[in-house]
């Protein structure tokens, strides 16, 4: 049987009761009102609960079609059927404007009155569905779900607040890993677009020649094999925002059609004559230079300064080690549930070199050495250090460039390259090859001085 409240707001009490009766005997609860005024306290009250209002036409304190945007923004995911002794097609096409689900006249009811009811409620029930998995999205992508309070988190989290309410093109700076695209969705999420699609294209899952049917879609014909019209990422993110991630991979003719297509809001598919306009927000991403790949000529110069409105660093790993123990423990409760099973317990010992360890992989590596923990610790007992990776252990062996014999006295050489190479990772994103390129020095042996450093 049907569940749910119904408020039915009628004046003539025979005919409120004998309704109310009815949908009773349906399995809804019923709410009753004979007037304007107690209708709309009743839904004020109730409006959580209630998923259709009933209500008449003319009634004491006021008519039914200047009620419905009250009714309406007192409870906007709810339904609401007008119900009249003597309809006009007026009155009725008015009251569909105004969002009314149906324009019932009184005698019509008797017959009509369950069957619309039932598709009203049934309306109003996934209108909630899809609002309270709204809710949980955006809970999930929003700036303060992200784990962790470390400076430069905190400082990326402040210019994404202050990003996200505008229209501005961001491109994201940082390493893979790092969590550039829940940046992206947070920024989203934040903004007047959350309503309308978040569309996330990888730029180097794609063969370069096929990126630009994908970006922008091609109709029937264009090309062997194109048998049906093709919407583009740029179509099917319409009116929300288009995230671009590793966009350094696109290649010359589709880096001149997206730089149209940002400037104009308009492109042309493959096989088509005509533009097609659009209204999309774009987010990039890159663990790339692309400052000094445009300056090299690798990279257009108007593409790069048209992506880069606002750039946000996001940090790697590697430079917000204090939040390692939070996000341990946000994986570890995330994969007790996937796994049902009691959330993995920590040594000290293995947790200290959580800490340590330089992370080249950033969160995606911390989450996949959290998961083979839980999968592979015994029920009951502390993950140890030696059931860890064997780099992760390293990074807790005591040597002679641990921290403490580094910061012994800060005015040693090796106290101030282990400062010079952490600050140029930091500049760099994280970027390795970049780092030992600004370094000028062998990839090698930045990952030996990384690895004794504990960086």
Known sequence: MPEGTILVIDDE???????????ELEGYTVLQAANAYHGLAALREHAAEVLVVLSDVKLPDGRGLDLLPRYKTLAPLAEVILLTAYGTIADSVQAMKNGAFDY??????DEQLVVIVDRAADKARLQRRVAD???KVGAQYSFDAMVGHAPALEQAKKIARQVAPTDATVLLEGPTGAGKELFAQA????SGRKNKPFVALNCSAYPKDLLESELFGYK????TGANVDK???FEEANGGTLFLDEIGELEGNAQAKLLRALETQEFVKLGDSRPTRVNVRLLAATNRNLKQEAAEGHFRPDLYYRLSVVVLPVPPLSARRADVPALVQYFAQYFAAKLRQRPLQVSPEAMQALERYGWPGNIRELKNVVERAAILTPPGQPLALDELPLEVQLAAAPGPTSDAALDADPRSLRNAERQH???ILLECGGNKAEAARVLGVAHTTLYRKIQDYGL
């Open 104 to 109: 019932l006249t009184k005698s019509d009811a």
């Open 421 to 423: 190479v952490q600050r």
């Open 231 to 233: 919407k583009g990422m």
């Open 13 to 23: 009490e025979f005919l409120r009761q004998a309704v109310a009766r009815t949908l």
């Open 133 to 135: 998995l709204e809710q």
């Open 187 to 190: 920024i989203h999420q934040a």
């Open 220 to 223: 029937k014909g264009a090309f």
